[in-house]
């Protein structure tokens, strides 16, 4: 499995970005693929994440919520993030994961997915 993940850039803050990730090779049809981020000298943090399994539920980080939007679409195995109302704490490289299975608890767990990609860089800076 392999996932790309694309639209980053630089903006100012309470500008909007919207990021994608394309997963690609075999995938289970129960999965979740997730956004995660990380900044310089940070450790790597949960962002938001879409999950199927029977019918499709998203799931955010409290600092994601009201903010961000996640995003999907099963069939073609891709996932968006709409990140509004930036804050220049928002900057960091931004990363999709994707798990087979994978139980709610740990849905905002890094090491309870399988694949990642490569990342995208968020700067927001006036």
């Known amino acids: 499995v392999q996932l790309q993940a694309s639209g980053g850039g630089l903006v100012q803050p309470g500008d909007y970005l919207r990021l994608s990730c394309v997963a690609s090779?075999?995938?289970?049809?129960?999965?979740?693929l997730a956004w995660f981020r990380q900044a310089p000298g940070k450790e790597r943090e949960f962002v938001a994440a879409?999950?199927?399994?029977?019918?499709?539920?998203?799931h955010y980080a409290e600092f994601a919520k009201g903010r961000f939007t996640v995003s999907g679409d099963n069939v073609k195995n891709t996932m968006y993030l709409q990140m509004n109302s930036l804050r220049p704490d928002d900057t960091a490289v931004h990363y999709c994961?994707?798990?087979?299975?994978?139980?709610?608890?740990?849905?905002?767990?890094?090491?309870?997915?399988?694949?990642w990609g490569q990342g995208t860089l968020v700067t927001v800076s006036s």
């Open positions: 994961a994707i798990a087979g299975r994978i139980i709610l608890s740990s849905i905002r767990v890094p090491s309870a997915y399988d694949y």
């Open positions: 090779g075999r995938t289970s049809s129960n999965r979740a």
């Open positions: 879409i999950r199927w399994s029977g019918g499709s539920s998203t």
